[in-house]
């Protein structure tokens, strides 16, 4: 089992910053490549950033690459979403999820943290 916290979200206006965290516990966290995803009202959640084991490979949804960074502390157990020049289209909970070396989906995910971007 892995266990996931995030933290980090809150309120900012448009054009702002907010770094999330995401903690991790329970297995060798350098085991699971990571992702960031994020669900806003009445639409489908959907992948914003993933994070490969090593933290050596990075891939984004194209309306945040640019300004989303995603990255990882194996050291730390810890994965970052750094998000600039927010966006009110941003506004979404996020969540932080992890995917097993022998698995194709994501297996486990923490509770969100929700992200408001005002205009």
């Known amino acids: 089992q892995v266990q996931l916290v995030e933290s980090g979200g809150g309120s900012v206006q448009a054009g702002g910053s907010l770094r999330l965290s995401c903690a991790a516990s329970?297995?060798?966290?350098?085991?699971?490549?990571m992702g960031w995803f994020r669900q806003a009202p009445g639409k489908e959640r959907e992948l914003v950033a993933h994070?490969?084991?090593?933290?050596?490979?990075?891939s984004y949804a194209g309306s945040v690459e640019g300004r989303f960074t995603i990255s990882r502390d194996n050291a730390k157990n810890t994965v970052y979403l750094q998000m600039n020049r927010l966006k009110p289209e941003d506004t979404a909970v996020y969540y932080c999820?992890?995917?097993?070396?022998?698995?194709?989906?994501?297996?486990?995910w923490g509770q969100g943290t929700q992200v408001t971007v005002s205009s």
């Open positions: 329970g297995r060798t966290f350098s085991d699971y490549a």
């Open positions: 999820a992890a995917r097993g070396r022998m698995s194709v989906t994501y297996g486990y």
């Open positions: 994070i490969s084991r090593s933290g050596g490979s990075t």
